[in-house]
């Protein structure tokens, strides 16, 4: 195989080994900080991801993520997280982890070239036509992701796939082709550092472009949070208190009227009754922006 720029050797990786820690970090740290700047020439192609992702929730269909080893675990990351920021159901998120659960203790290599695998793991997910896909690999030449891509393409999902790699044929196979393109690795090849931190920043920046698409974002409030816990039931309360502009009393009796939702909360503690805010968030495919 003809190595790739994730492979090549860094610059600054000549006698790693022998520097002071202070200065190894600071490398590692600049070396970090480098490959996350890569990320602003993808800026257009995460907005035609995003977009398409958001048109896929908007429609009742699903977004799903795909990917193996390191990129597996960014995608993970942020398809885990989707749920408790915008509240968008986990069944609705499916995520294509090579190796599945158990990889999660003990990571194996081995699963990221099986192509059975890969189709298995799609047939599971359910993902058609309609839906959206978000495939990662930081050499863009993986098994898994590739198999997944192309599979899914062929049943009608709009796959947008996230490479390291010019010209990597991941790249090639997506309907929206992402590069982010960090090059080499200080610790040569190991994609865990400068390209799967790309990739976490693309991601962060992408799904939180489809909670705003879909209204799940309100002058930066996420303003669909599911409180489940004491300190996002306390951000609940301070939402509503802050967009509806009332007191956190008031905030809070909203909240109990809504069973918890926020934005329904907001239009209550306006004046509005329960049934009619939500009526009316329908009505306005859920944005509160026409409503307040």
């Known amino acids: 195989m003809t ?32 490959a996350v700047q890569a990320v602003r020439d993808a800026i257009p192609a995460l907005a035609r991801a995003a977009d398409a992702a958001a048109a896929s929730l908007g429609a009742g269909g699903r977004l799903g993520y795909a990917g193996a080893g390191s990129s597996g675990l ?4 942020d398809c885990l997280e989707l749920a408790g920021t915008f509240g968008i159901a986990p069944e609705r998120t499916p995520m294509l982890f090579a190796g599945g659960a158990a990889a999660l203790l003990h990571m194996k290599g081995s699963v990221e070239d099986d192509p059975a695998l890969a189709l298995a793991d799609l047939d599971r997910a359910g993902l058609g036509a309609g839906d959206t896909l978000l495939c990662l690999s930081a050499s863009g030449r993986t098994p898994y992701a590739l198999t997944v891509a192309r599979a899914a393409r062929e049943r009608g999902v709009t796959v947008a796939g996230l490479a390291n790699v010019p010209g990597a044929a991941l790249l090639e196979l997506a309907d929206i082709p992402v590069l982010i393109a960090t090059g080499a690795e200080v610790v040569s090849g190991s994609t865990r550092m400068g390209a799967a931190t790309a990739q976490k ?92």
């Open 3 to 34: 190595a790739s720029a994730t492979e090549a050797r860094h610059p600054s990786s000549a006698g790693l080994h022998a520097r002071p820690a202070a200065e190894a970090l600071a490398l590692l740290l600049d070396a970090q900080a480098e």
């Open 74 to 77: 960014m995608a993970l990351a």
């Open 201 to 292: 920043v693309a991601l962060n920046m992408l799904s939180s472009l489809v909670g705003i698409r879909l209204g799940h974002v309100h002058d930066g409030y996420m303003v669909n949070v599911v409180a489940d816990n004491i300190k996002l039931v306390d951000r609940a309360a301070r939402i509503v208190a802050a967009l509806a502009r009332v007191g956190r009393d008031e905030a809070e009796a909203a909240l109990r009227a809504t069973a918890g939702a926020v934005k329904p909360a907001i239009l209550v503690a306006r004046g509005m009754a329960p049934a009619a805010a939500e009526a009316a968030l329908r009505e306005n495919g859920g944005h509160l922006a026409p409503l307040i």
